[in-house]
């Protein structure tokens, strides 16, 4: 079964930057379907940016587009996401999950995605 690692995630102020990496334990990674997730404190889990498997599909949340940017580098079998421009507001988990390849459909729904991360806190400071 596929495992992920999230790394990255840390202190930040507001406005700065940081990059989120997870990494899968299996070859099948470069098949998937890749996403991001974040969950607050008192907060549902809720969707940041998907990629399909070869990233020619992205989508992102309405609170992060423009500010975050999700990559992939399949021969290395990790997922990024670049986060810029950050806002207190961003506090929370991130999550790396990954899903059944579904072509050019990057889904938003936690439900879509079988395979999750362990999660990584990112705190942004106003």
């Not at 992920?4 to 102020?13: K, M, T, Y």
């Not at 989120?20 to 809720?46: D, M």
């Not at 579904?102 to 999660?119: D, F, H, I, K």
Request: overall charge positive; some cysteine.
């Amino acid at each position: 079964q596929e495992q992920l690692v999230e790394s990255g995630g840390g202190l930040v102020q507001a406005g700065g930057s940081l990059r989120l990496s997870c990494a899968a334990s299996e070859r099948t990674f470069s098949r998937y379907v890749k996403a991001w997730f974040r969950q607050a404190p008192g907060k549902e889990r809720e969707f940041v940016a998907a990629s399909n498997w070869d990233a020619a599909t992205t989508h992102y949340a309405d609170s992060v587009r423009g500010r975050f940017t999700i990559s992939r580098d399949n021969a290395k079998n990790t997922v990024y996401l670049q986060m810029n421009n950050l806002k207190p507001e961003d506090t929370a988990i991130y999550y790396c999950a990954g899903g059944v390849n579904q072509g050019m459909l990057v889904p938003t729904g936690t439900t879509s995605y079988a395979y999750w991360g362990q999660g990584t806190q990112v705190t942004v400071s106003s």
